[in-house]
């Protein structure tokens, strides 16, 4: 129970918030962060109705948009499902960025510089090594996070731009390849390091793999002891300690396997999209993840739908800034999303009553 200052208004956390909302809620934030985005839109002279239309039909009107809105998919899909272990026991990593990164530099040593060079081994190695230096990477802050209750918002933010500015070091100095014209580039992986797409599009394997996390993690949640352990602590770590559960434990834990599944993000860009290793290798997948993750109520399944609303989006932004609109709005829209769901999130579980009146002296 939380007293607004200056006022006479109590927050309360409901005992039990209506089944609906789950349903309701994100779907009247989608509605509200469009129209928002339409307001700016007007306001810049822009016509909004042909702007939206534009975005639906270049992300879905086309096979062409279809399929990139599903390359797009795929990394968000990852990284969402890797933020949303870490937030379900109420661990805010932010640092999916980062980790991203990490997975996809190790991935790229794996397949570059693995002194055993390229065989049938290389692509189990270089998922095994992503996920291993994604993991590490969120390690860096679970373990000051478990013994000493260090704040990891922070840490894992500012993480990101230590990994970001590592993997620019490497492209644009001892990494670069000497036959790439002076771009900041990697030579190219050898075959048995790419990742095979279907047809001819770009829809690589990491497909399968996003799938495949996605139902292990479903089992692991639903189904196992060590589910039911994260779940307890996420709710409250005082009953968890009652119960016998290691917090300490379960943060290592947890923040490695959000970190090495955000890992297993960044290896299957460079594998599967750009064969090489570059700068740019997310853009901004680890923070667009936080706001999936958060529509998707943490649902490893509601996972996929949202990533790939979001994947439209932006593969609809790219379209539309042929018509002169910033791909910034693309970002204004998830910002937009991310804003009303947290305000959906808190009329759902909350809600605002009047303070008792104090008994009057006589």
């Known amino acids: 129970m939380i007293k607004l200052p200056g006022t006479n208004l109590l927050i309360e956390k409901k005992l039990s918030p209506a ?22 839109l007007a306001l ?29 998919t795929i990394p968000l899909t990852i990284t969402s499902l890797g933020i949303a272990l870490a937030f379900r026991m109420q ?26 060079g390229d065989g049938w081994w290389t692509m189990p190695f270089m998922i095994m090594l992503g996920m291993l230096a994604g993991g590490m990477w969120a390690l860096i802050i679970a373990i000051p996070r478990a013994i000493w209750g260090v704040n990891e918002i922070i ?58 996390i996605t139902v292990l993690m479903y089992i692991v949640i639903q189904h196992t002891r060590w589910g039911y352990e994260i779940k307890v602590s996420g709710e409250s770590s005082s009953a968890a300690r009652y119960a016998g559960i290691s917090n300490k434990k379960n943060i290592i834990l947890v923040m ?50 949202v990533s790939f609303l979001f994947g439209g989006m932006q593969v609809g932004g790219y379209i539309v800034q042929t018509s002169g609109i910033p791909a910034s709005m693309v970002t204004m829209l998830q910002g937009m ?26």
């Open 91 to 116: 661990l805010w990593n932010i640092g999916g960025e980062g980790q991203i990164y990490m997975g996809a530099f190790a991935a790229t040593w794996a397949a570059l510089f693995f002194p055993i």
């Open 44 to 72: 810049s002279g822009h016509n909004y109705f042909e702007i939206y239309t534009a975005m639906f039909s270049g992300a879905f009107g086309s096979s062409y948009g279809f399929t990139e809105t599903i390359v797009k």
């Open 155 to 212: 840490t894992t933010l500012m993480l990101n731009y230590v990994a970001i500015l590592w993997v620019n070091y490497l492209v644009y100095g001892p990494w670069k390849d000497p036959q790439g014209y002076n771009f900041p580039l990697t030579a190219i992986f050898p075959p048995g390091a790419i990742l095979p797409t279907i047809g001819d599009s770009r829809i690589h394997a990491g497909l399968f793999l996003g799938l495949l």
């Open 256 to 305: 490695f396997f959000s970190g090495a599944i955000c890992g297993l993000a960044g290896m299957s860009e460079v594998a599967g999209i750009a064969h090489r290793l570059q700068p740019g290798v997310s853009i901004g997948y680890g923070y667009t993840a936080i706001i999936i993750a958060w529509l998707a109520r943490l649902n490893p399944f509601a996972i996929i739908l």
């Open 19 to 40: 089944p609906t909302a789950f349903f309701i809620v994100p779907a009247i934030s989608i509605l509200l962060a469009l129209l928002v985005g339409a307001f700016f």
């Open 337 to 362: 999303l991310l804003f009303f769901v947290l305000g959906g999130e808190l009329l759902t579980y909350y809600k605002i009553n009047k303070a008792p009146a104090s008994p009057t002296r006589q």
